[in-house]
């Protein structure tokens, strides 16, 4: 079979979606592999057809210009007209639909997309992003810390509004929901807003800080703007989705509506190593991390550069990719160049295990624009979640200041209580 849509001196426009893939044949040549996905994820199906009208093959067909037969790595261009604008679902069910099930393939992993200028302005992006949030927040240059309430599910509503008070004295700025914490018998959203947000201002008032809470919307699509308007009425200034639960369509239509809501947006990725986790097989990351930022979420979770409980070394690549207009080929080695145009940066979180004693090291990796999210590392203190929340502001304050953590417990009970407990991460 020729292999028509293979062109090695192609050179792609400055217009054309480029999409780079890992890919393992299935007994067949790199070649054929290359050239079946994408016919398959465009214009191409298994056979010659009489309809196939020569107009179609000269506009709109794509071409694989790059093969790395050793790294098992192929870049295919992409014309525009292939997508419609402001349709993220329609991309994905092209170029990461059909694909992953084809017999030619034994693996197949997108690695990367590259956005060309017209598509991504059919966007809005981010509300906020981190310049927002951090004015909101009123915290100009340190990185910001929060908890999730644990356990994850049990609590009732008075009892979640209690800890997340704690917290907040504590000194830490956001409170947030975990991702499967929605409206239960034990837990009903709307009480549990309307208390948790009463425990919000009085820590305000105690503590002088701004203090957020993050609810979990995450439902049916109509169920979530409903739940976007009441958290807005009630003067909650964020609203939390589980992206990959929600999807594509849902995230998107979260965000038009946020148009009216003007909420901070939450993204959790809950669920999505079920695609991301293998090196071979699936989709990476960091292209879950671009489309969230191009459909508009303000700040999501990119792992914990494997501080934390949760596996990931991409979680460096990921954060340069959310918060900067113009990326150049990351340390990765795979990503593509992207310019982000009017679209702004968003808010790496870090969750997953994390404690007061590890605080120098993920901040010695990602910098200081990371929203910290301790769920055990506050609350499983030995004397509760305020010292819990206490511990985390000071190893913070350590870092800020340039001191040893053993050095600042001697002074600070509380870190020294945390790390006796934990340690210090090396």
């Not at 004015?135 to 609590?155: A, C, D, E, Y």
Request: proline letters at 4%.
């Amino acid at each position: 079979m020729r292999n028509e849509y293979i062109d090695l001196d192609h050179v792609p426009s400055r217009d054309d979606v480029i999409a780079e893939f890992y890919l393992e044949p299935n007994k067949t040549s790199f070649e054929k592999a290359c050239n079946d996905l994408t016919g398959e994820s465009s214009i191409g199906t298994w056979t010659e057809v009489s309809t196939m009208k020569a107009r179609i093959w000269r506009d709109l067909r794509p071409t694989v210009f790059s093969i790395n037969k050793k790294e098992k790595i192929a870049r295919i261009s992409y014309p525009l007209a292939l997508f419609e604008p402001g349709n993220v679902p329609q991309l994905m069910s092209s170029i990461a639909g059909n694909v992953f099930g084809m017999k030619t393939l034994e693996n197949l992993r997108l690695l990367d997309i590259r956005l060309p200028e017209r598509y991504i302005k059919s966007f809005s992006g981010p509300k906020f992003g981190i310049p927002g949030i951090r004015q909101k927040l009123r915290v100009k240059r340190r990185p910001l810390l929060g908890t999730i309430v644990k356990p994850k599910l049990g609590l009732s509503e008075s009892e979640h509004a209690k800890s997340a008070f704690e917290s907040w004295v504590g000194g830490l700025d956001i409170v947030k929901d975990d991702e499967n914490l929605t409206s239960m018998g034990f837990n009903r959203f709307e009480k549990r807003v309307v208390e948790t947000l009463k425990m919000r201002d009085r820590a305000e008032e105690e503590t002088g800080e701004g203090k957020f809470y993050m609810p979990n919307i995450t439902a049916e699509t109509s169920e979530m703007l409903r739940r976007m308007k009441f958290v807005k009425d009630h003067g909650c200034e964020y609203a939390m989705v589980d992206i990959v639960s929600i999807g594509w369509s849902g995230l998107q239509t979260v965000r038009n509506y946020n148009n009216e809501m003007n909420l901070i947006l939450h993204a959790h990725r809950a669920g999505h190593a079920a695609f991301t986790k293998s090196n071979k097989h699936g989709i990476s990351m960091l292209v879950i991390a671009k489309l969230a930022r191009l459909i508009g979420v303000d700040q999501i979770h990119v792992g914990t550069a494997n501080v934390g409980k949760m596996s990931g070394d991409e979680t460096s690549e990921i954060e340069d990719e959310i918060e900067s207009k113009f990326v150049t080929e990351l340390r990765s080695g795979h990503s593509l160049e992207q310019f982000w145009y009017n679209v702004k940066p968003v808010f790496a979180v870090a969750s997953g295990g994390l404690y007061p004693g590890s605080l120098p090291k993920l901040l010695k990796i990602m910098g200081n624009n990371v929203i910290i999210q301790a769920g055990g590392g506050v609350h499983g203190h030995p004397w509760g979640s305020e010292a819990g929340a206490k511990a985390m502001r000071q190893a913070l304050e350590a870092y800020m200041k340039g001191v040893s953590l053993d050095e600042y417990s001697l002074k600070n009970e509380e870190l020294a209580i945390a790390i006796k407990k934990w340690g210090v991460k090396r």
